[in-house]
């Protein structure tokens, strides 16, 4: 539409009414890095790394290929383990917990992998439906209606009962981005989520991002090697509008909430809002970003 706002009502499903209330206090920190370091043998990943994400809002984490982003979000999932530093998820420390309380942090947690990681021998049912069924117990007719109404948000009702095999990649990361929604965690983690994807389906998805931050006030840390997807995510919003749900453009305070990190070298070179990115005269962010970032508007 000429004014920029794209009326996804008919795309997407109105999330559902309990869902629209889920209240975070901003000023609770969900995640926290405290001087976290890691290495693989020589190769030294992470030195000293301190950040953090409060409730219901988002980071974008952006760096080379090689630059540490999915090993971030590895170690927030306890996938691998920091060499030293500390990290807490919802203010509890990784490295305190027992098995039981790692499991239950990672049951709040959807993740993304960069690989998609679907199960082959499930099909897409599922796959989607699978942590409903073997974690949560759900009723199966519940679960039913939760695949179909994900699969919706990814435009593959139609692909419920096909195997990963019959898929193309770019299906195949719907299917995921579905099933990291799934159990609607408070934590989503996106490893690069519109790779691969046609600008039309990458647009489907980065709207249903900005729907999970601004009406179900889902934390999030999205990675991307998509710039224009990062910045089109810090700059629009999910509103309800005369009884229509729409993205629209944001207003810079809400631009403000979204923070951009990114990892160089093993270290943060820049944490900042979207207009200190875009104003950065810093020659490698300038390089980093050239040919990326839309024109302001
Ligand atoms: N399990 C592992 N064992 C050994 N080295 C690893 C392991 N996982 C990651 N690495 C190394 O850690 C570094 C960071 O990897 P990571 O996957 O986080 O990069 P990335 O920033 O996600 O890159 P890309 O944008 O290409 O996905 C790389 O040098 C990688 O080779
Ligand atoms: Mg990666």
Redesign the pocket.
């Known amino acids: 539409m000429a004014d920029g706002r794209v009326n996804v009502q008919g795309a997407f499903p109105l999330v559902e009414p309990e869902m629209t209330d889920r209240r975070v206090d901003a000023d609770v920190p969900v995640v926290e890095f405290d001087k976290v370091s890691?290495a693989?043998?020589d190769?030294v990943?992470l030195r000293e790394v301190s950040f953090s994400v409060h409730a219901g809002r988002m980071a974008m984490?952006l760096?080379?290929?090689?630059?540490?982003?999915?090993?971030?979000?590895?170690l927030i999932l306890g996938l691998?383990t920091p060499d030293s530093g500390t990290i807490r998820v919802n203010n509890q420390r990784l490295d305190r917990m027992t098995d039981a309380e790692m499991m239950t942090v990672r049951g709040d947690i959807g993740m993304l992998f960069?690989e998609s990681a679907l199960f082959d021998s499930l099909n897409v049912s599922d796959n989607v439906g699978y942590r409903l069924y073997e974690e949560i117990h759900l009723p199966a007719d519940q679960v039913q209606r939760r695949v179909e109404e994900v699969l919706g948000f990814v435009v593959l009702e139609e692909y419920i009962d096909r195997m990963p095999s019959e898929l193309s990649g770019g299906q195949r990361r719907r299917v995921a981005i579905a099933r990291a929604m799934a159990s609607r965690p408070r934590l989503l983690l996106f490893?690069?989520p519109t790779s691969g994807l046609d600008p039309i389906t990458g647009r489907t998805v980065v709207d249903e991002i900005i729907k999970l931050r601004d009406l179900e006030h889902v934390t999030s840390i999205v990675?991307t090697?998509q710039l224009p997807d990062a910045f089109y995510i810090a700059t629009h919003e999910a509103a309800r509008r005369n009884g229509s749900l729409a993205i629209v453009s944001a207003d810079e305070q809400k631009a403000e909430e979204a923070s951009f990190i990114m990892?160089r070298d093993g270290r943060i070179y820049f944490e900042g809002h979207v207009a200190d990115l875009r104003a950065s005269k810093d020659p490698y962010l300038q390089a980093f970003l050239s040919g990326w970032v839309p024109p302001l508007i």
Request: charged residues 20%; proline residues 4%.
């Open positions: 890691l693989f043998d190769n990943v984490l760096g080379p290929s090689g630059a540490g982003k999915s090993v971030v979000l590895k691998l960069q490893d690069d990675v090697h990892l």
